[in-house]
């Protein structure tokens, strides 16, 4: 009986019901939005960054930090025979040194990182350098990213000067051609890297068979003279940054929600005030202040029921055409973030039903909390319109 009542009143309400209805339901669909976007933004980045950095894991030169490029030439050491086993696809030797490209007559320092040409591991576009297979003689073949020839003024075929300092502390000099630009999506690969061939760097720093770090699928244990470093680790920085923007979306997702709060608890408390008469004769006929509290809480209820439904028929279509065109991102492009290509969302079902329902809940809540002066009214003051002033 409750429910048919309260059917029919909500019917009744009109323009105020669909109003109430329409706005919870575009906030359930921002709130997916919104977490959805974040979850393709991190699982894309993170992604990047695995792929062309990171992989499962380093195994680096104990001591090694990529933000003191002074120590750099300290700091490496043979392959161990444990790591320099695995096949191609499984690790990817990587030799890191400092040096300077003079450009313009202007020094210019940048990291000269090696990468083993037969790894299957990161995903690099390095074929340009792998068609140099010629040991190093007049001029050494290098390759840099879009970031790179942006801030150097450096394209395809240009010859500058390389600076570096052999195993022995000598310093030695060569011309190096940009045998090619290439759009890398992951920031540390790019601004102020210069990339080589690994046997061509061993050969021009006289470190045979050195590395600085090694790419791994993952942990293989421990390996003498190296320590595992993480994927955690690798990616503290923009772990970090994501964490911090979760935050920041659901503090705003907070904001809606309580502007949606607001909406219900001013809507139904001015539904109590108009509607005293008829809850005075609802009262007469014999129910109960607590049976009334159901029916107004029910109508509420109702109404975050229609929001659901609304958000499925309004989100549906609005996902699938999002998911075809995706969010452009390039904008982007001189940030640090390893995400250029367009980002397209990840539903989490687990995330989405905590969400709906909490939207749900808070919604019955807002519907309940005026109603509970129902409890104590009297039914010959409401009959007169005087029980709720």
């Keep these: 009986m409750i429910l048919k009542v309260a059917l029919r009143n909500f019917a009744g309400q009109g323009m105020r019901a669909f109003l109430n209805v329409s706005v919870t339901a575009l906030i359930i669909i921002a709130t997916i939005f919104s977490l959805s976007l974040l979850n393709g933004f991190q699982a894309q980045a993170l992604k990047n960054l695995s792929t062309t950095d990171v992989g499962g894991g380093h195994y680096r030169v104990p001591g090694f930090d990529i933000m003191s490029p002074t120590d750099w030439e300290d700091l490496t050491q043979e392959v161990p025979r444990q790591l320099s086993q695995f096949k191609h696809n499984e690790k990817a030797e990587v030799l890191v040194q400092q040096g300077q490209l003079f450009i313009n007559n202007r020094m210019f320092p940048v990291q000269l990182r090696g990468v083993e040409m037969g790894q299957q591991l990161l995903d690099l576009p390095m074929d340009h350098l792998l068609r140099r297979q010629q040991p190093v003689a007049d001029s050494v073949p290098i390759i840099i990213g879009t970031q790179m020839s942006r801030k150097s003024k450096l394209k395809v075929g ?122 005075g004769t609802l009262m007469a006929m014999g129910m109960t202040p607590n049976q009334i509290i159901r029916l107004f809480t029910v109508e509420g209820g109702l109404a975050a029921v229609g929001a659901v439904l609304m958000a499925v028929v309004l989100g549906i279509p609005f996902f699938a055409w999002f998911q075809i065109s995706g969010f452009d991102v390039s904008h982007l492009s001189g940030t640090g973030i390893p995400v250029r290509e367009n980002i397209f969302l990840e539903f989490n079902v687990r995330e989405i039903a905590t969400a709906v329902s909490i939207i749900v809940g808070l919604m019955i809540l807002v519907a309940w909390w005026p109603v509970r002066r129902i409890s104590n009214l009297e039914p010959t003051q409401a009959l007169r319109g005087r029980g709720i002033t």
């Design 158 to 279: 240009d010859q500058v000067v390389m600076k570096w300092r052999d195993k022995h502390g000598a310093v030695d000099a060569l011309d190096a051609e940009v045998v090619d630009v290439v759009p890398l999506v992951n920031p540390r690969v790019d601004e102020g890297v210069a990339w080589l061939r690994l046997d061509h760097l061993r050969q021009i720093t006289l470190r045979s068979k050195e590395i600085t770090w090694v790419v791994v699928e993952g942990n293989r244990g421990k390996v003498e003279g190296l320590e595992f470093i993480d994927t955690d680790y690798l990616m503290r920085d923009l772990l970090a940054l994501l964490a911090n923007d979760r935050r920041n979306t659901r503090l705003i997702i907070g904001i809606l929600l309580m502007l949606a709060a607001i909406s219900v608890f001013n809507t139904q408390y001015l539904n109590i005030f108009k509607r005293q008469k008829e809850i």
